[in-house]
């Protein structure tokens, strides 16, 4: 099996990396439904929703324990509460943001006003225009220089990589040297491929618009 | 066949979501190639940068008419000319935002600097302190309540949504009734699920971070 294509849980088995990224999927409906004032659901009104089949959702809870008593359905609010307690923790992750461009501003409000689990401890540029400048979360963006340092006396969880693939390449070292495991990709450079041990999820941005374009004019 | 799942090339074969998905990547590294003086390559060498098998690489390109000689390689300078011609027009697509919040003006940024072939026309917010703004590139942050009006006079192609998900649900029937026909989309509302023909590319923020807090902790 592929060194990123599964995971271990807590309690030492194997999750795959398709349940892992059906789980915030869970969540949000099992949210809404919370907020909705749903008490019970079984694994079918929850296989709908999610497009698949009773025995799939199922079978991913049981990979976590199985979330209760699955013939009676499952209550609304243990599966929250069990879902989140997977999906965040009491600690936050920390977060190094490196490049600040319009892209990386963007992410780094959105990480800071709206994602849960995370801080962002520092942002990084190489651009003199950049450095010491103040994000709009209050964060004063440091020379890129500084980073390995900064890696090193602070261990940040995860970076959040806003850069072209080149410098996202020429960066990749440093962070991974420095013990940084998990990796927000807006690049075009996938450190997955290069470097063993660690968390990648990519956002391709352009590649989404990319395929709209081709489907919209196609349709 | 799900009605998202094939879309008609240009001489009336289907061509696969899986196969368009893979259009813009196989679009990077050929565009990396070329600027790195690369003249032919073969099917192995792409299968091999891309992560899949030559067959494959075949396959994929049999659906678009072939793009040439595939014993003694390809031409990479035409590969990127038949590739870019699928991917973007001669005609940019015609953009509208919804939602100027953070992530809104984030992607507008984005959309409006970095995306080839697409031209943001409009934005609309309900909020009225966001109404009457200039976004950076220039446009007015419009009423939703104008939205309707502006549909039928312009005739966007793509609607990009960066809105909650019930205002979303609130806005696709104007959209749909509109003629709009695809969606970048960041709500957690799939419009597809509830709207035939239209094109929704969903980019889901909040879900890639969540899995990737999951795998980091559970390394």
Redo the contacts between chains.
Sequence with gaps: MKKDMA????NGNK?SLPV??R???Y??YILDMYSNGVVKVSSSELARMMGTTASQVRQDFNCFGGFGQQGIGYHVDVLLDEIAK????ANS?NAVLIGTG??G???S???S??????HLMAAFDKSPDEIGKKL?CGVVVQNVSNLSDFCVQNHP??AVLCIPRSAAQAVAPVLVEAGV????NFS?YDLSVDYE?V?V?N?????????????????
Excluded: C
Aim: net charge positive.
């Design positions: 995971e271990q849980t807590p999750v892992i990224k789980l915030p999927k969540y949000r997977l999906l965040f923790s992750l319009r892209l501003r963007a992410i409000g959105y990480l006003s709206e994602a849960r689990g995370y709009q969880d995860v495991k998990g990796y927000w075009h041990g968390t999820e956002v391709h941005l352009g590649d989404s618009l990319m395929s709209l374009g081709y489907r919209v004019r196609n349709l």
